[in-house]
T-cell receptor, first 116, second 110 residues
Framework: KAGVTQTPRYLIKTRGQQVTLSCSPI?????VSWYQQTPGQGLQFLFE???????NKGNFPGRFSGRQFSNSRSEMNVSTLELGDSALYLC???????????????FGPGTRLTVT | GESVGLHLPTLSVQEGDNSIINCAYS??????FIWYKQESGKGPQFIID?????DKRQGQRVTVLLNKTVKHLSLQIAATQPGDSAVYFC?????????FGAGTRLFVKA
């Protein structure tokens, strides 16, 4: 099985712009979670989608949004970019319904976003 | 490669020695715990998990211990190898949310 893929791998944007990141989960996985990773804050949960519905959301401002498509692929969008949004954005997929057990998450390689 | 935490706690061990990485978790209601390994330039990789109704679980060269009384989790790596050099994260799962620890950087000296 192919692993979790994320595109693009690297991205440079300027303040005020918006960005869309894409994640393709492992085939058959219906749960997709997004995380932000920075040296200062570590791995922080953004949101989780299951069957096109947002199941949970972390403590990020409304500039961060996401969605999931019927094929389980997911996108996250950040609007009005700030310098502090520079980070590695990781996507993880899971086969299990998080309502019953978290299940093992498989991470993609991440998208490195740099905001200048 | 990617920099995964410039100010992480660091553990340095000699090749062949055993490593113990510790983690304190926050939510006593968390029912599932996972250890991840993250190498430079890669996403976190699952190592081993444990449910809250267990206190020990063993894998290949790794053992996870869970002490719910003090909300403490540890990862033991036997006969540490250079390829074990990475950042290790614990994660606690409760409901729909996964919360990661800050991570520990493991250096293995040859």
């Amino acid at each position: 099985k192919a692993g979790v893929t994320q595109t693009p791998r690297y991205l440079i944007k300027t303040r005020g712009q918006q960005v869309t990141l894409s994640c393709s989960p492992i085939s058959g996985h219906r749960s997709v979670s997004w995380y932000q990773q920075t040296p200062g804050q570590g791995l922080q949960f953004l949101f989780e989608y299951f069957s096109e519905t947002q199941r949970n959301k972390g403590n990020f401002p409304g500039r961060f949004s996401g969605r999931q498509f019927s094929n389980s692929r997911s996108e996250m969008n950040v609007s009005t970019l700030e310098l502090g949004d520079s980070a590695l954005y990781l996507c993880a997929s899971s086969s299990q319904n998080p309502g019953t057990s978290a299940g093992e998450q498989y991470f993609g390689p991440g998208t490195r976003l740099t905001v200048t | 490669g990617e920099s995964v935490g410039l100010h992480l706690p660091t553990l340095s061990v000699q090749e062949g020695d055993n490593s113990i990485i510790n983690c304190a978790y926050s939510n006593s209601a968390s029912d599932y715990f996972i250890w991840y390994k993250q190498e430079s330039g890669k996403g976190p990789q699952f190592i081993i998990d444990i449910r809250s109704n267990m206190d020990k679980r063993q894998g290949q060269r790794v053992t996870v211990l869970l002490n719910k009384t003090v909300k403490h989790l540890s990862l033991q790596i036997a006969a540490t190898q250079p390829g074990d050099s990475a950042v290790y994260f614990c994660a606690e799962i409760g409901g729909f949310k996964t919360i990661f620890g800050a991570g520990t950087r493991l250096f293995v000296k040859a």
